[in-house]
């Protein structure tokens, strides 16, 4: 029989998330906004009650958490602060090419740690000139008796000031596109390594974005993952897993816009009545309400699929696309229910709002997530 519901452990799960995002983060959520200070403390916190670096191997240490379990914990912690949500996720965007690639020295030396200790990682792909077109990158890493040498610069990189270490995806073979692509480890603190100032963005402002630059940076070939020319499927195979969680951070989000616009309108008159009375704000709340249901269960199916070792990339993509654009619609929403109240930074609508935008851009656009279910139903 289908299932639509948690088993115990799973709830068990969801609820602590919930009870610490909602006791923990949301009261904090305001001011990590206003600062846009990176959340350590909340990280360390996520960190004591094994909800951080989740995905780490049980053969290193690690929980071993499935993509459905990390779900539901995403879910949560969106609930309370995306933009430290996001900062908890980019170490699983980093981490996932790792375990894809079965480096087994590698677990041991960069994973392990991040079991016992709030370490952070990255996930070093996109480019100045190259974000949704992976294959444009320029980073090259090259050869030298046995060491890789590597030169470039990647943008946008999430985490990167707090790393310890960083997933880079390089050209070894520049002329032969994306099979010529190839995954490496960089311990942030190699020689040639520089971080960029941290960039003032429009939303999720306590997660912090930078540009990494390379430049002849020496790198061990035990730092290599897989072989060369594998680095392309391993960069994307991990959307695989980070897509589903991504999608999960959105419905919370949504949700949490959602209580904060039905909280409002029953408390804001208008003509005499609550304006939770009016046909037009209801209907407002009840599409709020069927899409964040209905984005749920596609990241529960996507979840499902991977974790029962079915591909799953349409249901990813599938998930990411309506979670993303459902989750700028609800919070969009929730600022017109608050009228004018929700245009100001007193009331949590418009950064909830803020927030929303990059989840159509960042891990795949929204155009690039259509692209992909279109190519896997029409083979283009
Ligand atoms: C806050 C933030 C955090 C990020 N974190 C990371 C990170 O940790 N690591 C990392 O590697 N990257 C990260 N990124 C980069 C992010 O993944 C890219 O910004 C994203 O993939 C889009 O790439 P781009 O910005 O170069 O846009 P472009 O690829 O230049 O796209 C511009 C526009 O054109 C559209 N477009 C492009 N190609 C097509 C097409 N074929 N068909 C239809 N439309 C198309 C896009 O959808 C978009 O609307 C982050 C970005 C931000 C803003």
Request: glycine share 8%; with cysteine.
């Amino acid at each position: 029989m289908a299932m639509f519901d948690l088993n115990e452990t799973q709830k068990q799960l969801y609820e602590m998330a919930k009870d610490f995002s909602n006791k923990e983060v949301w009261p904090k959520a305001k001011e990590l906004d206003e600062t846009a200070k990176f959340p350590m403390d909340l990280l360390k916190k996520t960190h004591e009650l094994g909800m951080l670096n989740a995905f780490v191997p049980e053969e290193v240490g690690g929980l071993g958490l499935e993509t459905f379990g990390h779900c539901l914990i995403s879910e949560a912690l969106a609930m309370g602060s995306a933009g430290f949500c996001t900062a908890a996720l980019a170490n699983d965007l980093a981490s996932v090419p790792v375990i894809l690639s079965e480096n087994k020295l590698v677990w041991k030396e960069f994973l392990a740690p991040m079991v016992d200790e709030c370490l952070m990682a990255s996930y070093c792909v996109t480019e100045p000139g190259a974000g949704s077109d992976v294959a444009g990158i320029k980073t090259t890493a090259k050869k030298v008796k046995d060491k890789y040498v590597i030169n470039g610069s990647k943008m946008w990189i999430t985490n990167a000031n707090y790393a310890n270490w960083f997933f880079v995806l390089a050209k070894t073979d520049p002329a032969a596109g994306h099979k010529g692509m190839t995954g490496f480890v960089v311990p942030a603190k190699t020689p040639g390594v520089t971080i960029g100032r941290k960039e003032d963005n429009m939303g999720q402002r306590c997660s912090d974005t930078r540009g990494v630059t390379f430049d002849n940076v020496e790198i061990p070939e035990k730092y290599l993952l897989g072989k060369e020319g594998d680095g392309f499927k391993l960069a994307m195979g991990a959307f695989d897993r980070t897509r589903p969680a991504v999608a999960a951070q959105c419905v919370g989000l949504s949700q949490r816009a959602m209580m904060c616009a039905i909280d409002y309108a029953k408390q804001r008159s208008a003509f005499g009545k609550v304006i939770s009375e009016n046909q037009g704000i209801s209907f407002m709340i009840a599409e709020m309400a069927r899409d964040i249901e209905a984005a749920r269960l596609l990241v529960w199916k996507a979840g499902v699929e991977v974790d029962e070792g079915r591909k799953n990339t349409y249901f990813a993509s599938l998930a990411k696309m309506f979670a993303a654009d459902a989750c700028m619609r609800i919070t969009t929403d929730a600022v017109q229910i608050f009228g004018g109240y929700g245009y100001n930074k007193e009331y949590p609508v418009e950064m909830l709002m803020r927030d929303a935008k990059i989840f159509q851009i960042f891990e795949g656009t929204s155009q690039i997530q259509r692209l992909i279910v279109g190519r896997l139903l029409l083979g283009n």
